[in-house]
T-cell receptor, first 114, second 110 residues
């Protein structure tokens, strides 16, 4: 059984479009995250939600809007896509909030903006 | 959180032990040493963590020096599937988030 799943795995789209990436975890965790890994392979946290509440927002453009309908889901909606948004986006979850909580990552969504 | 330093890359022969070093000379008493790895095109994977005692699990062993200024992750019998970027991260219990550095690329050769 997949612990943290993301859809789609690949996403190719034109500049200016709006797209969403979905994430689901079946681990019963309270905290979920979105990370971005750019072309230089740096992995950076974007958002963190704990019990559906936003607790970390790392200076991400407001074109990015996370939504957590319930504890098991954290979706990422991106408006007006730009070339620089091309990256791999990873979702993760942990039992509770905090850096020392072991995080379980999804397989990633590879976004290419043309 | 304390800064960690890792060599950029390392090679290891398949079947041999891989010893991955990490320096964290400014680590404070309440900071843990965490190891994650990222196999190509996959999400990062937790490996192990420790505070001051050596730790072992089914994946690896973590040896932390007595002064806690450095540590070594040991993969006892490296396989080709262990080829990955390995991240050593120092975290206190109050850390808000996991911060990944550049990591170290381990290549296991046949």
């Amino acid at each position: 059984d997949t612990a943290v799943s993301q859809t789609p795995k690949y996403l190719v789209t034109q500049m200016g479009n709006d797209k969403s990436i979905k994430c689901e975890q079946n681990l019963g965790h309270d905290t979920m995250y979105w990370y971005k890994q750019d072309s230089k392979k740096f992995l950076k946290i974007m958002f963190s939600y704990n019990n559906k509440e936003l607790i970390i927002n790392e200076t991400v453009p407001n074109r990015f809007s996370p939504k957590s309908p319930d504890k098991a889901h954290l979706n990422l909606h991106i408006n007006s896509l730009e070339l620089g948004d091309s990256a791999v986006y990873f979702c993760a979850s942990s039992q509770d909030w905090g850096g020392t909580e072991t995080q379980y990552f999804g397989p990633g969504t590879r976004l290419l903006v043309l | 959180d304390a800064k960690t330093t890792q060599p950029p890359s390392m090679d290891c022969a398949e079947g041999r032990a891989a010893n991955l070093p990490c320096n964290h000379s400014t680590i404070s008493g309440n900071e843990y040493v965490y190891w994650y790895r990222q196999i190509h095109s996959q999400g990062p994977q937790y490996i192990i963590h420790g505070l001051k005692n050596n730790e072992t699990n089914e994946m690896a062993s973590l040896i932390i020096t007595e002064d806690r200024k450095s540590s070594t992750l040991i993969l006892p019998h490296a396989t080709l599937r262990d080829t990955a970027v390995y991240y050593c991260i120092a975290l206190s219990s109050g850390s808000e988030k996991l911060v990944f550095g550049k990591g170290m690329k381990l290549t296991v050769n046949p």
